[in-house]
């Protein structure tokens, strides 16, 4: 079965791309970002380095709790922070809970309720109260009357801390059997679907995929990752008009410049091992398209060619930016504008 991972900055095409590529009738194109391989934090990858080469026996239960919590918050399209998301809708009913209770049974040894020192107190908690009351408990006990009654009680500010249920995890110094458990819970997910559909390829379209490119060929050393491009100082504009960055220009490019630098060593990565199909959106039309996307796939170039990318979103931000703040972000990025294949 192929994988394609497709990926880029967010605002470089990801999206059309992805309808474009589950519009052949061969392929399916999961509906959502499902980001649970490279989400910060609490996805696969750094699921992964939990239990291998960053193991301890805390952090490897509070990432598997992360994980857990982060897989069930993609199934209520009501709760943040994955709003509108509703993963378990995607697939049969009961898979995605079904296959995360296999994954977690395959990487812990147990569960314990324990106390954790690590977990913050709630905004409204009595603990920090309790805690000033009883660390005063040694001069109370050594008053006449009540020291006799507090004495029988052996209990120490430190004891008042958040219980919970908590994962004994395995550590796997093969990095391999790990790797094969992952391997079977994103194919129960997306290969069972995509299998009942009758097609014979899926394409996850989550635009981070492109800066995990190591991790996610680990996972699937035969992928294919398809990295869209779009000028830098387009993607920044694009950026501005939205809500998910800096507002101001030079924090934008701050955020910018490391976003391109990891892709950059990714990149690097994917050159040398892995199946790397980079597109320069400006230079997109339906059928240039459907060619490199159906020669580099190894599919026919069976795909809709009604569905184009808007021009006026691809192009139209040179007519949004002044000429001073273009001069700004070009001489921020002018790297990554060379190493992309344009002109300042």
Known sequence: MKKIFLGGTGRSGTSVTARIIGSHPDLYHIPLETRFMCDADSGMRDLFTALTSNYSPESSGSSLERFVNLINSMSN??????????????????VVAGELNHLVNAIIEGKYNGWDRHVADYKYSFKP??????????????LPILGKITKRYDIRYKDIVQYSDRYIVKYFSD?????????????????GRTASLGKIGWCESTPQNILYVDFLHKLYPDAYFVHCVRHPVGVVQSWRERSWGPEKLDQLCDYMVNYYTRMEHSLNYANDNANLLTLRMERMDSDSLSTELG????????????????????????????KKDRDYVEFRLSKYIELFGYDA
């Open 77 to 94: 399209p009501y709760s943040a922070p994955f709003i509108g998301y509703n993963l378990s809708e995607i697939f049969e009913n009961g």
């Open 129 to 142: 109260f309790i805690r000033r009351i009883l660390a005063c408990k040694p001069a109370i006990d050594r």
């Open 175 to 191: 990095e391999d059997k790990l790797l094969s458990i992952f391997i079977k819970f994103v194919d129960s997910i997306f290969g």
């Open 295 to 322: 020669d580099f796939l190894k599919v026919s170039h069976n795909f809709d060619k009604s569905i184009v990318f808007d021009g006026e979103k691809i192009l139209g931000w040179d007519r949004r930016i002044s």
